[in-house]
């Protein structure tokens, strides 16, 4: 390998050369997996314990022993692992129990600074994703039109041909990579897989994502994602960020949330046009005008101004304009509120205002994201509550961040034929695109469309060639999340058993075989991922390994905790305000209403869907299960003359949708909300057919400074389709506690007298 | 060691101590020199309660002889089955440890052959199980054993195959009198309650009920 | 119980939970549910399905009641409100599972005796004894106890899900009633372990999935007969006793300081919950 730049850990510090310390490991991957006895027929259980109908007769039951366990494995007793959740991007550690060879339950792992031995209901269910039913075992090739299971040797052979050496070497630039968030050393091999082949084309898409946030940090703070200490402060309000559910680090901020909480108790705001997991845990919750929270922040920081806080110069003329009357009569917020909100920030000191996707999915969502970070510069939250993070050690493992931007990009691509190759891991753009961006059209001009994934997605469904991957219980691998906590930090993934499906290459090994057909002298040395990633650990600066630790030490340190914490220093942070400007909200007498996708912690961005624990997980706030549903004020169904379980049509410029009516009081009357994840036309038996897909009707508007696509601001009109069908919710219509002391309640004022510090 | 075994309770490897302990032990109990030759006739063991069921005579891939092992070479029952002190679950010995002694020992033996043809293909046994319990019982062996066997100070003291083979016959019949294993006693409810009773076990539902 | 109790004096235990059930417990598992930290998130139920092998029913037999939420979140709208346009505050979330009654409603009424109490303060419920009368869940107030309607083994795991199934619990079928244990497959391995080293069961030793997974730590779970347990020391903090604490007249919060937040649900109709739920605190903006 000497001469060849191996790019992980060192070489971004730009010292010494990096790869020479550590011989490479003669262990193959599989080898574990051998001496556990069930050689090569898949999955034979060893032990006798998975509860199903059994016999006891004498001599009916076989009973695998081991051929040659570790030590540590016995029968009936469970092992515990470090690995890494991949439900979502937040980078939590598990723990998985594993008992006579199967992977039983998750926990959080209690080492880990992002989830502190915590795991969301998503984590919990990363066991169903690996069991799931609907897992693809066998490689996909288009023939004839139709997908037709072949051969793993048939797969690699036509990779071979169209991006491997055997392809026109000229071409390598019209190959693309399209992937959800990736970090780590997946991510540097993705990157050098696209440099291998000459091309800059990498797609980063997430549906829910807070790219337009980042850009405002970049540009203000000058931190795209700085540490945002929800403990330390006394008052936090959020204009539509789900921290609590679907932002960012939704687990890593509740357990910020119940310190906030705690002794002093924090006041907690939320202003959104449709009521979050978060806004239905506020002190005062704001029903705001959709589209219209810049001009609500513009009109607090008004109000701020009035009271004697000062206000950068660059921002001053925006905020101004914004008198509390004229931000009331904008956002449907009432002056006197708007006063009291600036009086609560006042008063609670240091405060942290956060900005999330209702803010940020609008045409002019980078305005409205400047003016509520404006509110931080002037309460002095900036070096209080939003702290420097400093710079990631290794910024070759830092995620590269999803974003809508690069859909847009993507299909724009697509439909100039600019892509002969493309490869899809990670992301399900067929489902989350709007039908306006007419992806699909665009996809059939890809020749040659190439999908990375467990399952049979929407998007596998248009491929040309499906390689069904690994499941995150069985893959190697480290993650470097977007939100790091106060420690540094590099999340590692290992197995926490053998492979459903033999065959499956874990997503660093089919990195690493796609790279040696390209160059095969640079990577024909590492057998494997596992051993790739061994060798990376061995290539750590000195300083990971004080104590004299061997290579060997630190890597089953590493393993055992599951994490490795790196140093990075915090620097300071700007306050780098500049002008705000905010057109006028548009009004559309045809499209009256504003259609809210709201994610849900559970199906995310519909990736989850296909899981069944999470199918019948009732929605946090409207407790409906199985279904997808609308969610209208009263006053907005009266209009219709709807009621729950009434079938509306929403219908935009760009589509329609038909979905069942839910009336609640926590959406705006300019709103409807129709939650994001269901709607798969594809994905397996528990996702395929239930409810609709919100994203398809979506206009492609833009933010204009940032070009994200502007999921919040397409407007819709509703009309009843005299169709009624039962909405299935869990406690039907228990909302109410008929007097009974069940949720008794205590003031704020006295919890603090008995409990306060 | 390519996984790394987290040990919840102390944060570091689990320590292996005991498995060490236990082959030496076990490995002593196996020399006959070491072993008393003479059961003391004071040692306590578990009354065992009436009952008996004809078990049917099950084919094993292997005719696996425990009496050759436990009457003639005195191996203690717990050097193969060492999981019991550990687990709920007696287990079956991992093939390794039948290589350990026959990768040397009566190679030339038929059934010998048969066992090194498994290892050798690296296939794991297909025994057949005899003793079973339905799946709604949780039936702890290190419990039991802790109880009739290591807290039994004098059984302790004298330690044997002849010593340690009476506990496992309680409810697995007298196995150096066997080769393959045959189900003899009930193991049903009604069974195990008296069982319970006469040497003072618990008689809470959820303790054995899952 | 033993089956001493079922087979010679069934009609003196019956009595006895009439009168305040036992008191002469190994251990007392109980806990503490901090409203002011519950967000609502569900983590804690999907934990619970992941460790206690909880079918999946499908949106059908959900539509009639038949799911299998061991844990649930109540979510109860302010009624003060009823009449505002739009909520001023959030929800009022309250994680309800069963409440391990030390005077059980439920217990009394099973005509076989597969509801009971047992020494460590625990309904419990012995899957393979229940004929499915459904006298408890009838009886129950809380509303925790489900139903197996159907055999939900072959719909609920189709291969390869069944791999996931925890091998320390049975999966009920068909007729047979089944509830929340506090996770008793992880005491019972604590108790075991604890056994094989000669002490009792310590703090820390064992804790419920729900509480184990609640991101803000919401749920805490102890031994309240362990005077050094976290859980015993909130509940002494909160001025919360329990019904066979030295004899303590029933249908009372027995607090001094009414300024304290903890309660029982429904505690006036003398169930005894083990579970003693901390008030949601309220910021009075509105």
Redesign the interface.
Same mark, same amino acid.
């Given at each position: 390998m000497s001469g060849n730049e191996i790019k992980y850990f060192r070489p971004a510090l730009g010292s010494g050369s990096p790869t020479q310390a550590a011989p490479l490991p003669s262990?193959k991957r599989r080898?574990?997996l051998?001496i556990m006895?069930?050689?090569t027929v898949g999955v034979?259980l060893?032990?006798?314990?998975l509860?199903?109908t059994?016999?006891?007769?004498?001599?009916?039951?076989?009973?695998? @022993?081991?051929? @040659?366990?570790?030590?540590?494995v016995?029968?009936?007793?469970g092992?515990?692992?470090?690995s890494a959740c991949l439900q979502c991007q937040a980078g939590c550690g598990i723990?998985g129990r594993v008992r006579e060879g199967r992977a039983l339950k998750l926990e959080g792992n209690p080492?880990s600074p992002v989830n502190r031995g915590k795991l969301c209901q998503m984590g919990q269910s990363g066991v169903q994703t690996h069991y799931n039913p609907d897992r693809l075992s066998k490689p996909q090739l288009r023939k004839d039109g139709k997908l037709v299971d072949i051969s793993w040797d048939e797969a690699w052979k036509v990779l071979e041909e169209k991006v491997g050496a055997a392809a026109d070497k000229s071409a390598g630039a019209r190959v693309a990579w399209f992937t959800g968030t990736v970090s780590g050393h997946q991510a540097v091999l993705i990157g050098e897989h696209l440099d291998a082949l000459g091309s800059k084309r990498h797609f980063v898409h997430e549906a829910i994502n807070n790219a337009v946030g980042r850009a405002v940090n970049q540009d203000v703070l000058g931190e795209a994602m700085p540490r945002l200490a929800i403990d330390k402060a006394k008052l936090v309000l959020s204009f539509g960020a789900d921290f609590l559910g679907t932002w960012v680090s939704p687990v890593h901020f509740a357990t910020e949330y119940a310190k906030f909480r705690s002794g002093a108790r924090g006041v907690l705001v939320v202003a959104e046009p449709k009521m979050s997991l978060t806004g239905a845990n506020a002190d005062l919750w704001l029903a705001v005008r959709p589209g219209t929270e810049g001009e609500l922040a513009l009109g607090i920081a008004h109000a701020l101004m009035k009271s004697g806080v000062s206000v950068p110069e660059a921002a001053r003329a925006a905020v101004t304009a914004y008198e509390p009357a004229k931000a009331a009569e904008i956002t449907g917020i009432s002056v006197q509120r708007i006063e009291q909100v600036a009086a609560l920030l006042k008063q609670h000191s240091p405060s942290l205002v956060l900005a999330g996707a209702t803010v940020e999915g609008q045409e002019q969502g980078y305005q409205a994201a400047s003016a509520v970070m404006l509110l931080n510069v002037m309460l002095g939250n900036v070096g209080k509550t939003i702290v420097s993070r400093g710079e990631f050690p290794f910024p070759q493992l830092k995620p590269r961040t999803g974003n809508t931007r690069d859909l847009v990009a993507f299909a724009a691509a697509a439909k100039d034929k600019a892509l002969d190759v493309a490869f899809f891991y990670g992301a399900n753009p067929v489902y989350t695109a709007p039908a306006s961006l007419g992806l699909v059209e665009a996809l059939q001009h890809i020749p040659f469309k190439v999908v990375l994934t467990q399952f049979p997605d929407e998007t596998a469904a248009q491929a040309d060639l499906v390689l069904p991957v690994a499941s995150s219980l069985e893959d190697w691998g480290t993650h470097v999340a977007d939100y790091q906590p106060e420690q540094g930090v590099i999340t590692f993934q %290992?197995?926490l058993m053998e492979g459903l499906y033999p065959g499956t290459p874990g997503v660093g090994d089919a990195l690493l075989k796609l790279l040696k057909m390209r160059e095969a002298q640079k990577y024909g040395a590492f057998n494997d991922y596992?051993s790739y990633l061994q060798n990376a650990v061995a290539s750590l600066p000195e300083q990971y390994k004080a104590g004299g630790l061997t290579n060997k030490q630190l890597w089953?340190q590493t393993? %055992?905790?599951?994490l490795l914490t790196v140093d990075s220093a915090p620097g300071s942070l700007k306050t780098n305000v500049s002008a705000i400007t905010l057109g006028e909200v548009k009004t559309d007498a045809e499209y009256p209403l504003r259609l809210i996708p709201s994610p849900r912690l559970g199906l995310w961005d519909g990736r989850h869907a296909n899981i069944p624990w999470l199918q019948e997980a009732p929605d946090q706030i409207s407790k409906v299960v199985w279904d997808s549903w609308a969610e209208l004020h009263p006053s907005t169904a009266a209009r219709l003359g709807v009621q729950e379980g009434d079938v509306v049509e929403i219908a935009s410029a760009h589509g329609a949708i038909k979905v069942k009516v839910y009336v609640f009081k926590g959406v705006h009357p300019d709103a409807i909300a129709v939650p994001l994840g269901q709607g798969h036309e594809d994905y397996g038996r528990y996702a395929k057919g239930l409810g609709v897909n919100p994203l398809k009707i979506l206009s492609p508007a833009v933010d204009a400074k940032t070009g994200e696509l502007a999921l919040y601001s397409t407007r819709v009109k509703a009309t009843r389709t005299g169709v009624h069908e039962e909405l299935v919710k869990e406690g039907r219509d228990n909302t109410s506690q008929r007097g009974r002391k069940l949720v008794a309640t205590i003031t704020a004022e006295q919890f603090r007298r008995t409990e306060g510090v | 060691?390519?996984?790394?075994?987290?040990?919840?309770a102390t944060?570091?490897?689990?320590q292996?101590g005991c498995?060490v302990l236990l082959a030496a032990l076990a490995l002593a109990c196996a020399m006959p020199s070491l072993a008393g030759s003479v059961t003391p006739t004071s040692i306590k063991y578990p009354i065992v309660p009436d009952g008996t069921h004809a078990?049917?005579d099950?084919?094993q891939p292997i005719e696996f002889p425990h009496d050759i092992h436990t009457a003639v070479n005195k191996i203690n029952c717990l050097y193969c089955h060492n999981?019991a002190r550990?687990?709920?679950?007696a287990?079956?010995?991992?093939?390794?440890k039948c290589m350990g002694c026959h990768s040397v020992i009566a190679t030339d033996k038929p059934r010998i052959k048969q066992l090194t043809e498994y290892?050798e293909?690296?296939?794991?046994?297909?025994?057949?199980?005899?003793?079973?319990?339905?799946?709604?019982v949780?039936f702890?062996h290190?419990?039991h054993l802790?109880k009739f066997l290591f807290d039994n100070e004098e059984l302790v003291q004298n330690l044997s195959v002849d010593t340690v083979a009476p506990v496992c016959a309680a409810c697995h019949g007298d196995l150096r009198t066997m080769t393959v294993a045959?189900?003899v006693k009930p193991l049903n409810m009604g069974w195990c309650?008296s069982c319970h009773k006469a040497n003072g076990g618990p008689?809470?539902?959820?303790?054995c009920?899952? | 119980?033993?089956?001493?109790n079922l087979t010679k004096d069934w009609s003196r235990y019956r009595k006895g939970i009439e009168e305040g059930g036992f008191h002469n417990y190994q251990h007392r598992w109980g806990m503490a549910i901090d409203l002011n930290a519950c967000i609502g998130c569900n983590a804690c139920s999907t934990a619970c399905y992941a460790e206690n092998n909880l079918a999946v029913v499908g949106k059908e037999r959900f539509s009639k009641g038949h799911y299998m939420h061991w844990m649930r979140i109540e979510r109860y709208w302010d009624e003060d409100q009823a009449k505002a346009e739009f909520p001023t505050q959030g929800a009022n979330f309250l994680p309800m599972l069963c409440q391990q009654c030390g005077a059980a409603p439920c217990e009394p009424v099973c005509p076989v005796a597969a509801a009971?109490h047992?020494?460590?303060g625990?309904n419990?419920q012995?899957?393979?004894?229940c004929i499915g009368s459904r006298y408890c869940s009838n009886n129950c107030p809380y509303r925790v106890r489900y139903f197996n309607f159907w055999s939900y083994y072959e719909s609920a795991w189709p291969e390869p899900l069944n791999m996931q199934l925890n091998?320390?619990?049975?999966?009920r079928d068909k007729g047979v009633m089944e509830k929340c244990t506090f996770c008793?497959?992880r005491i019972?391995t604590a108790k075991?372990a604890a056994?094989?080293e000669n002490r009792k069961v310590k703090d820390g030793d064992v804790t419920t999935a729900c509480a184990q997974a609640c991101p803000t730590n919401a749920i805490h779970f102890g031994d309240l007969m362990d005077a050094e347990s976290a859980v015993t020391k909130l509940w002494a903090k909160h001025q919360v006793k329990r019904h066979d604490d030295e004899g303590l007249p029933v249908s009372t919060q027995h607090k001094q300081n009414p300024a304290l937040r903890g309660y029982r649900v429904l505690e006036e109709l003398n169930t005894d919950p083990s579970v003693m739920y901390l008030e949601r605190v309220r910021e009075e903006l509105a």
């Open positions: 262990i080898d574990f051998k006895g069930w050689g034979t060893a032990g006798c314990d509860p199903t059994v016999t006891l007769e004498e001599g009916k039951e076989t009973v695998v @022993s081991y051929l @040659s366990p570790e030590e540590y016995i029968p009936g007793i092992v515990w692992y470090a723990h080492d %290992q197995p596992f089953e393993l %055992q905790k599951g | 060691m390519l996984w790394i075994q987290w040990d919840r944060r570091g490897p689990v292996q498995v078990g049917k099950v084919e999981y550990r687990s709920k679950v287990g079956i010995p991992p093939t390794s290892w293909k690296k296939q794991p046994v297909p025994w057949k199980k005899v003793h079973d319990l339905p799946e709604f949780h702890p290190e419990k802790k045959k189900k309650v008689g809470d539902c959820w303790t009920h899952k | 119980m033993s089956l001493d009971y047992t020494p460590d625990l419990a012995v899957y393979n004894r091998p320390d619990i049975t999966v008793v497959q019972r075991d056994k094989m």
